[in-house]
């Protein structure tokens, strides 16, 4: 652990200086990413513009689960850049030079692909979900903020326990692409609440790609959503499992690989 720390020191070096050689180019990504979350919160409000409410749910309380979607996932992003994981790794053969080095290869994945700029989204989503509370006018609880931690955690690890287990499927597979940006299609259901879905799809978010507990299930805690507290409660156990189903899968993946060919 401690030469995987000294590592992710390294490498965030590396990064900025790669980064700010281009500071234009930086600080536009930073600019473009916050435009994209704010198209996506305005489409929110553009659907309130014709209801005034979604299944019971007002703007304000999906608002706040929005903001809350975002920073679990803000922080898994910067950690875990699974994205071209198929390309990069098993179609070039890079995970090859990943294998002949004395770290875990998992680690050294995450530290090769880190992308602290997308803190900036955590940010962003944490400073939604405050004034969201705001409007709601939310009363604060003094072990809220513990809660708040632990439930960011969890999420977080939902979201790498489901990545690195797609990212896994491509020791598998020979496909170039993977499953990737079909999952994170998936994802997006996440920010709204489940029940305004089907039987089958509340299923699916809530059991197999579990993207309900990294949105409405731990947001129902603050916004005193009782019935939904059962959820809430189950979220640290979610995390849990599906991150250790990750690593399970990944290992599989690691024995069944075996290089890049010629």
Known sequence: ??????????????????????????????????????????????????????????LWEIVFIYGYFMIPYALFSVFFGFWDFNERYIIRGEMDRILTRPVNPLA????ESIAPDRIFSAITGFIIMIYAAFQLKLSIAWYDPFVFVLLIIS??????????????????????TGIAPMIWNIQNYGQYPVDVYNNIIRFILT??????????????????KAEWYTYTMLTPVMGIVFFLIGLVVWNLGLKKYSGAGS
């Open 207 to 224: 059991w197999i790609l579990p993207f309900a507990f990294v949105g409405l299930y731990p947001s129902a805690f603050f916004l005193r």
């Open 155 to 176: 999420s977080v690890m939902i979201y790498a326990g489901v990545y690195t287990a797609i990212a896994a499927v491509s020791f598998f597979s020979d496909s170039r």
């Open 108 to 111: 050294q994945v995450c530290l």
């Open 1 to 58: 652990m401690g030469q995987v720390i000294r590592l992710f020191s390294d490498y965030l070096s590396q990064y900025f200086k790669t980064k700010l050689s281009y500071r234009a180019n930086f600080f536009s990504e930073l600019v473009s990413n916050l435009v994209f979350e704010l198209m996506r919160l305005a489409f929110i409000g553009i659907v309130f513009q014709h209801v005034d409410k979604l299944k019971e749910w007002t």
